[in-house]
């Protein structure tokens, strides 16, 4: 995960010191806390990434667009709509999320939610329309993992 991700995750932007973070930290996870959030324990580890690259980060982000969707009320609309199926392996690689396992026969829900299908790598995938990457899908779900961390909620 990107430090201008983690940032957006935790609706940070302009000069970012650990206060902030640790304020923006403690918002997230009352907003996403398991308890509260059918979705929460995949929510928290987004947040819990966000915060781990953030915390040693000394700099300035970019202010969200106009339009920019909010990537984690986005994000746990997503993860909500689907948490029901059964079968499936949710995987948090960065910013993005991954959900293999069982789960072609819940096509029409995936589709609804906002995932796409990558055929390369047989899962499907979350980020918001704002969010894509400029990449062209030509690492293996192994690479992503390596470069970009996973974890299993």
């Known amino acids: 995960m990107t430090p201008h991700d983690a940032?957006?995750?935790?609706?940070?932007?302009?000069?970012?010191?650990?206060?902030?973070?640790?304020?923006?930290?403690?918002?997230?996870?009352?907003?996403?806390?398991?308890?509260?959030?059918?979705?929460?324990?995949?929510?928290?580890?987004?947040?819990?990434?966000?915060?781990?690259?953030?915390?040693?980060?000394?700099?300035?982000?970019?202010?969200?667009?106009?339009?920019?969707?909010?990537?984690?009320?986005?994000?746990?609309?997503?993860?909500?709509?689907?948490?029901?199926?059964?079968?499936?392996?949710?995987?948090i690689c960065g910013a993005w999320v991954w959900v293999g396992g069982n789960s072609f026969k819940h096509k029409a829900v995936f589709k609804k939610a906002g995932f796409k299908f990558a055929s390369k790598k047989k899962r499907w995938y979350f980020r918001p329309e704002d969010w894509q990457s400029k990449g062209r899908g030509t690492f293996s779900m192994d690479e992503i993992r390596e470069t970009y961390g996973s974890a299993k909620p």
Do not use: W
């Not at 973070?21 to 997230?28: D, N, T």
């Not at 819990?48 to 667009?65: C, M, P, R, S, T």
């Open 7 to 91: 940032a957006k995750i935790l609706g940070l932007s302009g000069q970012i010191s650990l206060t902030l973070v640790k304020k923006a930290f403690r918002r997230a996870a009352m907003t996403y806390h398991p308890d509260r959030n059918p979705a929460g324990a995949e929510m928290m580890k987004v947040i819990n990434q966000a915060f781990e690259v953030l915390k040693g980060f000394d700099g300035v982000i970019e202010e969200q667009k106009v339009g920019e969707q909010d990537y984690p009320e986005a994000l746990n609309d997503a993860l909500n709509a689907i948490i029901h199926c059964e079968g499936l392996e949710i995987e």
